[in-house]
């Protein structure tokens, strides 16, 4: 298989996948990922995989809903939520730092995935910490969000391997990554529990996993600002899901950021010498 693709693995059964290209071009373009074990292929365009399982058309009515939502906003999302923090006093590079970069504990040469890649915004970010060197695994189930993480990330020439995905069925094999980063969709996620579950199987023990998205801290519901943004966003009337992390995943630390209107959930998987 490819050298581009040699992390990937089937959705649906975890198996490795052999890489078929098609035509000329660069040799990952543009080909056909395909699965021995349950005999499963799987459609590479332009250096894209398209690992989405189920089909799209068979995902949650929350998975399908939101991403058409995404798909929409995907151009003009960045700069709606940098004004959108700048009027709660925010930079929002340096907030992303110290809120979800920070918890990672990253180290140069760790291997990362962030799940719900979004817009890309916290690529550099994590790229400044790992170093050259690592490669930054990336998903999202979003095409138009992809698009624009995969312009940002050939911009700033960032080493960084996408795919589309489902992320309650991650295209990755188990306990490979030291950090994985998930921040701002799964709230919206069709089957939280199950995605929980994936990003916890590829973390490595040891590993960091973190985890967030908007939810109020604890009274923050009963002030101005926090009625203000429940009434424009239900989405801020969330909890934090922490009872939905496998007990294997160990101690759950839940913290709340920006100003008080986004949770962090952060685990450390165990290791064999606990």
Known sequence: MSTQFSRLRCPACTAELSFSPIGEGPAAARGTLACEACTSDYEVRHGLPNLVYPAAEALPEMDRAFLSQYERVARSYDRTLRLLMLCFGMWEPRARR???????????????????????????????????????????????????????????????????????????????????????????????????????????????????????????????????VVKHNKLFSNKPPEELFPAAAGTVQVNWTWRGLFYVLRVTIPTDDR
């Open 98 to 228: 110290r809120a979800l970069i920070d918890p990672l504990e990253l180290s140069p040469s760790d291997s990362v995935l962030e799940v719900g890649v979004g817009t890309g915004s916290n690529l550099p970010l994590i790229a400044a910490r790992v170093g050259p060197r690592s490669t930054i695994h990336a998903m999202d189930l979003s095409p138009g969000m992809l698009a624009v993480a995969r312009a940002k990330a050939a911009r700033r020439k960032l080493n960084v391997e996408f795919a589309l995905a489902n992320a309650a069925h991650l295209p990755y094999p188990d306990s490979v990554f030291d950090a994985v980063l998930h921040f701002g969709g799964i709230n919206t996620f069709g089957d939280k529990e199950g995605a929980i579950a994936e990003m916890v199987r590829v973390a490595k023990p040891g590993a960091r996993v973190v985890i967030g998205d908007e939810g109020l801290a604890p009274g923050r519901e009963h002030t101005r600002v926090g009625k203000w």
